[in-house]
């Protein structure tokens, strides 16, 4: 039996053109079995093949003639128009499938060109995707590790770690013209080629170090311990210095003084946009902690210890910091009430910043909404209810700092982040004879060299004028 001509008039003394009747070879010999069974009043031009079948390379079979008039594929790699006709093959070359069938049509050919403009159903048509990990996994299976011990290994980063790792490795092959799936041994000469393209690029001496850390960890070698580039990194920091401003970046009276009025007062009246805001600013003022590290903070016990004069929170043990070690995992953070039992209006304004006070409201108005047991939630949109993502939480730190300035009056500081929490809270601690310890104990710093290179702030004190004056003073008037 032959397959069922269609598709063309009936009036027509020749076949005609192809595109419109099934093809066979012309010597194919007839079978039932050569065509997939298809359901009554289906199209006979559009059969499926089955999942397993499509995966294999297309089939092409040769035609009585050299050239079909029609739409056939030309020599430029242009596709049938239509390719999803089955075609006629020898006896059990095509199988029988009964199992569900692809969506997609059979190709008419093994041609390399696709159905679509602008895509390809070839297997081999696009790049393997390329995650952060997996030019790193790659080389550890060189190294013969096992599945497991590479899993392990690759644990030891975060993903932004590995994401950035990713990116320095793409610029690299990029600048040496070479595919990103392959490592070669390391060339020191032409590794600092690269790093001088970015330093004339003026990239900061600490962006050339994190460079050296990636191209490290995807060589397997520790470049930063090479005579020649540790003598590049030390030229770099000398060419272009690292210069940081000790001023505050904004004032903490003014933002204090703004949280105790409107529009962040009466607190029963406010909305929760502006709570959320006065809520994540007292937790990042008075934790003195990362805003990564406050996204994690969980309101489950043990977690979250609520007493009378405190709350005792500590982050969720999934959660991973900056610096992963016992101290930096183990350490609580303990908002302590403030004011509860005012006197006089000044102690009532100060009561106003009670943050234990603020986050049992805020636990309160969220319940009934609330998705996750991260502490901070999103207020608005698709993700009202689930956990504020990191970045959220430092947006509303900042709007929380802007609308202080605006509602006193006074222009909005520019150049700021969320960070910037650390360094203000840290620094007026010291100012108010808080001792070094319990401020690195705070802010997880395991030695004060860190406080003194990086956040310690220059705060206006009367005490900076006493070396200046001392001296004036020793002026004798003639």
Known sequence: MGAI????????????????????????????????????????????????????????????QASISGDTQDQAGQSRRHSGCSLLAQKGVVRLVEETVDSRPLGASGETGSPTPGTSTSPDSTEPSLNSLACERQLLIDRGLSPQVISTLLASRKRVTSAIYL????????????????????????????????????????????????????????????????????????????????????DLNIVLSGLTISPFEPMLELPIRLLSWKLAFLLAITSARRVSEIRAFSINPPYMTIRDDRIILSPDPAFLPKVVSNFHRSQEVVLPSFCTN?????????????????????????????????????????????????????????????????????????????????????????????????????????????????????????????????????????
């Open 342 to 478: 005012p006197s006089n209006d000044r102690e009532a304004a100060f009561h106003t910043l009670d943050v234990r006070r603020i986050l049992l409201h805020y636990l309160e108005v969220t319940r009934d909404w609330r998705q996750t047991d991260n502490l901070l939630v999103s207020f608005q949109g698709k993700n009202k209810g689930k956990a504020a993502t990191s970045q959220t939480i430092a947006r509303w730190v900042k709007q929380a700092i802007g609308e202080c300035y605006r509602s006193s009056g006074k222009d909005i500081p520019v150049g700021f982040g969320a960070h910037s929490t650390r360094a203000v809270a840290t620094s007026w601690a010291e100012r108010a004879s808080v001792t070094l310890e319990q401020i690195c104990r705070t802010a997880t710093w395991s030695t004060p060299h860190t406080f003194f290179r990086h956040y310690r702030l220059q705060l206006s004190s009367t005490e900076d004028l006493t070396f200046g004056r001392r001296v004036l003073h020793a002026v004798v008037p003639p």
């Open 167 to 250: 990116r320095t490795w793409k610029a690299f092959c990029r600048y040496v013209n070479q595919p990103i799936n392959v490592i070669a041994p390391p060339n020191i000469p032409l590794i600092l080629d690269f790093l001088q393209e970015g330093l004339n690029k003026n990239l900061r001496p600490s962006t050339i170090k994190v460079q050296i850390s990636a191209l490290s960890a995807l060589f397997d070698f520790r470049l930063a311990e090479h005579p020649w580039v540790k003598r590049f990194t030390k030229a770099a920091t000398r060419l272009a210095p690292s210069i940081k401003s000790r001023l505050p970046p904004w």
């Open 5 to 64: 001509p269609g598709g063309f008039p009936s009036n027509l003394q020749s076949l005609g053109d192809p595109e419109s009747r099934p093809v066979r070879h012309q010597d194919e010999q007839k079978s039932k079995r050569i065509l997939f069974p298809v359901s009554e009043g289906q199209p006979r031009c559009h059969r499926r093949t089955s999942t397993e079948l499509g995966q294999r390379p297309p089939l092409r079979l040769p035609t009585d």
